[in-house]
Nanobody, 114 residues
Framework: QVRLVESGGGSVQAGGSLRLSCAAS????????IAWYRQAPGKEREQVAY???????NYADSVKGRFAISRDNAKNTVSLQMNSLKPEDTAVYYC????????WGQGTQVTVSS
């Protein structure tokens, strides 16, 4: 059974930074293809970052240049470094494994105050 657990969320002021982690258990393959999503109140869930098996990455235009996704195979985790945070980044952040049936974490809240 694959399980993804996000951590690192919290409250910061605009301009601050947070580092989210997505820890996978039950499979070492689950982190081969990971996407981070976020969902703000009243809005649809959107993908903000993705890392492929080869390590290539892509980002939503709204976070490009501010967020960075990375993978640590030894720890079976994928991280999302978020810098220069804005109030509009406030959302619940989820990681999702795109391997096999696809798996979601439970989410972690990020709140950015102005």
């Amino acid at each position: 059974q694959v399980r993804l657990v996000e951590s690192g969320g919290g409250s910061v002021q605009a301009g601050g930074s947070l580092r989210l982690s997505c820890a996978a258990s039950g499979s070492t393959l689950a982190i081969e293809r990971i996407a981070w999503y976020r969902q703000a109140p009243g809005k649809e869930r959107e993908q903000v970052a993705y890392i492929s098996r080869s390590g290539s990455t892509n980002y939503a235009d709204s976070v490009k240049g501010r967020f960075a996704i990375s993978r640590d195979n030894a720890k079976n985790t994928v991280s999302l470094q978020m810098n220069s945070l804005k109030p509009e980044d406030t959302a619940v952040y989820y990681c999702r494994s795109l391997v096999g049936a696809g798996y979601w974490g439970q989410g972690t809240q990020v709140t950015v105050s102005s």
